[in-house]
């Protein structure tokens, strides 16, 4: 979990909006497919697809997608559905809601992380309100 040397990046082929490494973007971006940020973001992100922030990505942005890859720099939360991979590149200021978290060495993350167990109550009747 913690340090995987895997590279769970979306192939270029999948990704549908890319903002360029010398690209300025202010304002909310909502998707049905996958993005790339290689720019800057000021804004919210919603998308049913996938996030990669490449290396040269730095966002300030609330982040809601399927899976997310960070290499780059996000300060704000992330509502994750699947997977979020912190690369030891990255860098995350905020809090998490995932289904599950990979963070390599020497990524940092600064925030708190809630694991979604949507099967939780179904395993364990106490826990019903």
């Known amino acids: 979990m913690f340090g995987?040397?895997?590279?769970?990046?979306?192939?270029?082929?999948?990704?549908?909006?890319?903002?360029?490494k010398n690209t300025c973007v202010k304002g909310m971006i909502t998707a049905k497919g996958s993005l790339r940020i290689d720019g800057q973001?000021?804004?919210?992100?919603?998308?049913?697809?996938?996030?990669?922030?490449?290396?040269?990505?730095?966002?300030?942005?609330?982040?809601?997608?399927?899976?997310?890859?960070?290499?780059?720099?996000?300060?704000?939360?992330?509502?994750?559905?699947?997977?979020?991979?912190?690369?030891?590149?990255?860098?995350?200021i905020g809090d998490v809601k995932v289904g599950s978290i990979i963070i390599g060495e020497g990524a940092l993350f600064q925030g708190v992380c809630e694991m979604k167990q949507p099967d939780m109550e179904l395993q364990n009747p106490a826990l019903k309100k």
Do not use: F, H, M, Y
Request: glycine residues 12%.
């Open 41 to 92: 973001l000021e804004g919210d992100i919603d998308t049913e697809g996938d996030l990669v922030v490449g290396p040269t990505g730095i966002l300030k942005s609330n982040i809601k997608a399927r899976k997310a890859t960070i290499a780059g720099v996000v300060n704000g939360n992330v509502n994750l559905e699947d997977k979020l991979e912190l690369l030891p590149t990255g860098k995350l």
């Open 4 to 20: 995987s040397k895997s590279k769970a990046q979306i192939s270029l082929e999948q990704v549908e909006t890319i903002v360029g």
